[in-house]
């Protein structure tokens, strides 16, 4: 989610493709954020916005819905390669247009203000304060497994509230240590889960029959739940495009955003396949079906019940690199939106000693703090899959129209294979997102009506703003 970055500064660069009514006044604490990571924290971002709540939890919940271990890891393959095409066309509009913002800037550029403003108003939901919602829940699930916290819903609600609000003053008080704690968090995730695999399959404490012809990974499968299958694991997927967001911070973005993007995606996907083939190799399938805290029945399995509640810890600890990770993307994206004067004005400012976007931090951390009060684990999922599928698929679309309206305009890098990877991946959106919607209509509804809420705020907040209107 980014803008292009050139010669013009995001002031010269708004005014040109938007009405001067809808411009924010520069100021001291409203201006261009200064570029400061290189490839490795660009990457960690992705890593770490991808492997998540999903890894961790989302095996147990795809089980009830394809009834067979086989459609779970083709769901998992499937959905690798959709997210690597996926990360590929963002390269070239993050190339194209590297400022602050990811799909916000793209749409609108290509569409309009209101799909710009649109997608960043999802996003504040949908996109950050949901996800880190899920997060800290899920954290909490771990660690009442590991029997740090009782099994009680309000103790572990109250917890979940508690790691929101402390990452909300991480990433608050700076850049610097934000990245610091980033960087920390994500080398221990990838610890953690390099050092499950290893051990895990090293010990042949697991079973090679769960595979074996005949078996109950190889039954016969439910393919009418295959999509929304396919829409939790997208969610778990989520994050391919995470590097965006950061592009006016990354240093020589035309490099480092394409290689953070890529590196970060196929990482990932090794990664997820091989962790679970090793939740399949550890319990047969009917052992964790249903169940969030999948991992920690993979361990027990293996290791007995004293090792399952010390990694499920160990689980808890790992995914605060996501919930850190959300913390920090999401309020650059506010930020961005109320600098083009298409966001309550309060998110443009940044912190005159900090120089973060204090405001939206605190705005995101609030909003966050109260998802986690309300909704079941898979609803909330599932309402994030489907809104966080929209506008991504609107910005790839928009790449192709950009190659067919403005052919001379320089691309840094170009998705190779020409139109194939973006057809495939509108494609394959389209069919999880119509089938998702018919297996699972509540939170899908709920995800639209998200999305639909933001057409009268926008009325409000710009198109008459100060009394002046513009054309969306």
């Known amino acids: 989610m980014t803008a292009a970055m050139g010669a013009d500064s995001p002031t010269e660069d708004t005014k040109r493709l938007m009405d001067p009514a809808l411009r924010v006044t520069e100021s001291p604490t409203t201006h261009r954020l200064p570029r400061q990571l290189g490839l490795g924290t660009a990457t960690s971002v992705v890593v770490a916005n991808m492997i998540g709540?999903?890894?961790?939890?989302?095996?147990?919940?795809?089980?009830?819905?394809?009834?067979?271990?086989?459609?779970v890891l083709l769901a998992w393959v499937l959905g690798g390669w959709i997210a690597l095409a996926g990360s590929l066309c963002y390269a070239e509009l993050a190339t194209m247009m590297p400022h602050a913002g990811g799909e916000y800037v793209y749409l609108r550029e290509i569409y309009s203000p209101l799909a710009g403003f649109l997608t960043g108003w999802t996003s504040f939901f949908v996109g950050f304060s949901a996800p880190i919602a899920a997060t800290a829940v899920a954290i909490s699930f771990y660690s009442a497994a590991a029997g740090v916290l009782p099994a009680r819903g309000l103790v572990q609600k109250a917890v979940a509230v508690a790691i929101v609000l402390v990452f909300t003053g991480v990433h608050y008080l700076g850049l610097q240590l934000g990245a610091r704690v980033q960087?920390?968090?994500?080398?221990?995730?990838?610890?953690?889960?390099?050092?499950l695999m290893g051990v895990g399959f090293a010990s042949g404490r697991g079973n090679w029959e769960h595979f074996a012809a005949g078996s109950d990974f190889w039954t016969q499968g439910n393919w009418g739940g295959f999509g929304v299958t396919m829409?939790?694991?997208?969610?778990?997927?989520?994050?391919?495009?995470?590097?965006?967001?950061?592009?006016?911070?990354?240093?020589?973005?035309?490099?480092?955003?394409?290689?953070?993007?890529?590196?970060g995606t196929l990482a990932v996907m090794v990664i997820y396949l091989l962790v679970n083939l090793l939740f399949f190799y550890a319990a047969p399938g009917a052992s964790f079906a249903g169940v969030e805290t999948v991992g920690e029945v993979a361990v027990r399995h293996?290791?007995?019940a004293q090792?399952?509640?010390?990694?499920?810890?160990?689980?808890?600890?790992?995914?605060?690199?996501?919930?850190?990770?959300?913390?920090?993307?999401?309020p650059r994206v506010y930020f961005a939106m109320a600098r083009d004067g298409l966001f309550f004005r309060f998110a443009a400012q940044l912190h005159p000693r900090f120089q973060t976007p204090s405001d939206s931090i605190l705005a995101q951390g609030v909003v966050a703090a109260a998802m986690v009060l309300s909704g079941t684990f898979e609803d909330l999922l599932t309402y994030i899959g489907f809104a966080l599928g929209i506008f991504p698929w609107m910005a790839v679309a928009g790449m192709l129209w950009l190659r067919f309206t403005q052919p001379a305009r320089p691309r840094p890098f170009r998705v190779?294979?020409?139109?194939?990877?973006?057809?495939?991946?509108?494609?394959?959106?389209?069919?999880?997102?119509?089938?998702?919607?018919?297996?699972?209509?509540?939170?899908?509804?709920?995800?639209?009506?998200?999305v639909l809420a933001g057409i009268p705020v926008y009325w409000l907040t710009v198109k008459h703003r100060n009394g002046r209107t513009s054309a969306p």
């Open 231 to 263: 829409l939790l694991v997208m969610f778990a997927y989520s994050g391919w495009n995470a590097a965006a967001y950061l592009a006016e911070e990354v240093r020589e973005p035309a490099r480092t955003l394409p290689r953070s993007l890529a590196l």
């Open 416 to 450: 190779p294979g020409g139109p194939l990877l973006p057809v495939c991946y509108l494609g394959a959106m389209t069919w999880i997102l119509v089938v998702a919607f018919a297996g699972r209509p509540g939170p899908s509804l709920a995800a639209m009506a998200t």
């Open 183 to 195: 960087n920390t968090l994500t080398g221990l995730k990838l610890l953690l889960l390099v050092g």
């Open 307 to 330: 090792a399952g509640r010390s990694f499920a810890l160990l689980v808890a600890l790992a995914l605060l690199s996501s919930l850190s990770a959300y913390t920090l993307l999401g």
């Open 302 to 304: 293996l290791f007995g």
């Open 53 to 71: 709540t999903g890894i961790f939890t989302t095996t147990g919940l795809l089980l009830p819905h394809v009834e067979a271990g086989w459609m």
